[in-house]
């Protein structure tokens, strides 16, 4: 019943701009921690940004300055503003929504490729 469905993704160049959005069914976005993770090939899963239920939100150094996360709880959705992207941010970026509970499970999205590339 629940599913994290991201799109947005894609080829783009250097210094170019991408939204990747995250929408929820089955839970709602406003009511847990959401995050958006990467992975590039050979590379483990990383953490880019996590937006908390009180609005609170943190991001990965490499990049902070650069990627905007927000949730529009209208739309039971999340948005990663990616801006300035470079080589090393091709990866495939995921969808996170945190347990509330012992009883819930973590939750993922099936992923969206962004590609970086000049």
């Known amino acids: 019943q629940v599913q994290l469905v991201e799109s947005g993704g894609g080829l783009v160049q250097p210094g170019g701009s991408l939204r990747l959005s995250c929408v929820g069914s089955?839970?709602?976005?406003?009511?847990?921690?959401m995050g958006w993770y990467r992975q590039a090939p050979g590379k483990q899963r990383e953490l880019v940004a996590r937006?908390?239920?009180?609005?609170?939100?943190i991001y990965a150094d490499s990049v902070k300055g650069r990627f905007t996360m927000s949730r529009d709880t209208t739309k039971n959705t999340v948005f990663l503003q990616m801006n300035s992207l470079n080589a090393e941010d091709t990866a495939v970026y995921y969808c996170?929504?945190?347990?509330?509970?012992?009883?819930?499970?973590?939750?993922w999205g099936q992923g969206t490729q962004v590609t970086v590339s000049s």
């Open positions: 937006i908390h239920s009180d609005g609170t939100r």
């Open positions: 089955g839970i709602l976005v406003s009511g847990r921690s």
């Open positions: 996170n929504a945190e347990r509330v509970g012992f009883w819930d499970n973590d939750y």
